[in-house]
């Protein structure tokens, strides 16, 4: 028995595999291209080591992928294997039980073991990230704030992961409304933890949420080495800095990031689509012609219309389809949309399938064919229910972005300035270019306007 590096005893015996596992947590939280490998030198070292199986499999689950459920199984499989020849400690075992849980459709109880362990073991880091990022998946900010609250006095300025957990505080004190206190929290992980890049994004999303993208862009610049380090994380930072510049009007910039950094490697991760797809879409809704680029996504999609692992995947796949016009794939996608909305109480994710992921997609689909009542009254009838999609704010922003555009395409005037009054107050009171944009058009209307036709992306 050996401890690890927040002093809680571990079933290693070796102190290469404690190395490897102390290692690995730091690079998890640092969103590291390099967990993986760390990882799997753990195994390496220790392959009866039931909670790095676990984790394994908790990370295959947090991937979205439905090629990934047989991996994430054989990882659950190996854990229990390996938890019955061995003595794996109880806190090891809760691991063990979260991904079980995920495994059988509820991540909801996979989030509440990971406070069963925090609460007896407050300073395992890993169990607090792995939270943290359970309840982003689930739509939880308040619950993602109250986890993270509970744990602040416990990390002492000796903590080696004291920084990362500033830097997740930061981001609840944001998903939450609290934009001084976010930015000082994220601010404060990243002069503890120069690689803290969820700290660094938390502020930039501050930023967003304030309508101040041009002091964003300050934040960001110069600061590369905090993201550059990172997995497919860095595409979103990326992704953050495009959707800065989009804000200021220069298109050009957002072009040049979107080719060279956000879709540079056309990979198929739903985080990396998600980034693409929502920053073509927005871009189409400012009337700016975005060439073939919705070509390679489309392509991706139409081989993911049947993952069903992750609603907030799924609306995005639709996005790629419908700006690539893919009109079979998005009917085969729509199909299993409406079948998954039929076993709501199969588990946590088809809930989210049936509400609010349903009429969400039904709304984008008919804003596709350009049936823009459909679109409003469906995309309306979901955007109380969004939250539970999962993601950020900034990254929901293009659903009540066609929400709003269908509303005034459709003539709707009165309803899209009443979310677009509801979006200024989540945003400190403050307008962003998107919403003076339409607020003018409003206004317009009002003088005797009545087209729909004269809207940016038209």
């Known amino acids: 028995m050996r401890n690890d590096q927040f002093g809680y005893e571990t079933s290693l015996t070796s102190p290469e595999a404690v190395q490897a596992w102390d290692k690995m947590v730091l690079a998890f939280l640092a969103h590291a291209a390099t967990t993986p490998d760390q990882l799997g030198k753990v195994l390496s070292e220790e392959p009866g080591f039931a909670m790095a199986h676990a ?20 990882a659950h499989e190996a854990a229990i294997s390996c938890a019955k020849d061995g003595a794996p400690l109880p806190r090891e075992m ?3 039980r979260a991904l079980g849980a995920w495994i059988d459709g509820r991540p909801t109880e996979t989030v509440r073991e990971m406070e069963a362990i925090l609460t007896r073991w407050p300073e395992d880091a890993m169990a607090m990230k792995i939270g943290h990022a359970t309840r982003f998946i689930l739509g939880d900010n308040k ?6 609250e509970a744990l602040l006095p416990a990390y002492d300025a000796k903590n080696p992961a004291r920084g990362y957990l500033f830097g997740c505080h930061a981001f609840a004190l944001e998903e939450t409304g609290d934009y001084g206190r976010a930015e000082t929290a994220g601010r404060l992980g990243l002069s503890l933890a120069a690689d803290d890049a969820w700290g660094l994004h938390a502020v930039a999303h501050v930023f967003d949420m304030t309508c101040n993208s041009r002091a964003g862009l300050t934040w960001l610049d110069g600061r590369e080495a905090a993201w550059t380090h990172c997995n497919n994380f860095r595409y979103h930072v990326w992704w953050h800095k495009a959707l800065m510049h989009l804000d200021q009007g220069e298109t050009d910039a957002v072009f040049h990031l979107y080719d060279t950094e956000v879709r540079r490697d056309h990979t ?3 985080r990396d689509i998600s980034n693409g797809a929502s920053m073509l879409m927005r871009l189409e809704l400012e009337g700016i012609d975005v060439g073939d680029r919705w070509e390679e996504m489309a392509d991706i999609c139409e081989r993911r219309t049947e993952d069903a692992c992750l609603v907030f995947a799924d609306l995005h796949y639709l996005l790629a389809l419908i700006g690539g016009k893919r009109e079979t794939a998005v009917k085969r996608l729509m199909a299993r949309l409406h079948g998954d909305a039929r076993h709501a109480n199969a588990s946590d994710m088809m809930a989210r399938m049936a509400n609010p992921g349903l009429s969400a997609a039904t ?10 009542k459909t679109a409003f009254l469906n995309l309306g009838r979901a955007r109380h229910s969004m939250q539970l999609a999962g993601g950020s704010h900034a990254q929901r922003d293009v659903f009540e972005r066609l929400t709003i555009d269908a509303a005034l395409r459709a003539g709707f005037m009165a309803e899209a300035e ?16 998107y ?7 409003i206004e317009a209307a009002r003088g005797g306007w009545t087209g729909a036709e004269r809207l940016p992306a038209e």
């Open 435 to 441: 919403a003076a944009t339409r607020l003018d058009l």
């Open 363 to 372: 709304g984008l689909e008919a804003f596709g064919e350009g049936d823009y």
């Open 143 to 148: 619950g993602m704030r109250a986890s993270i």
């Open 55 to 74: 984790v394994k499999g908790l990370f295959c689950k947090m991937l979205g992928r439905s090629e990934m459920e047989e991996t994430a199984r054989a």
């Open 94 to 96: 809760g691991y063990v």
């Open 418 to 433: 009443a979310i677009l009054k509801e979006r200024s107050a989540r945003r400190a009171g403050k307008l962003d270019r």
């Open 268 to 270: 198929d991760d739903f």
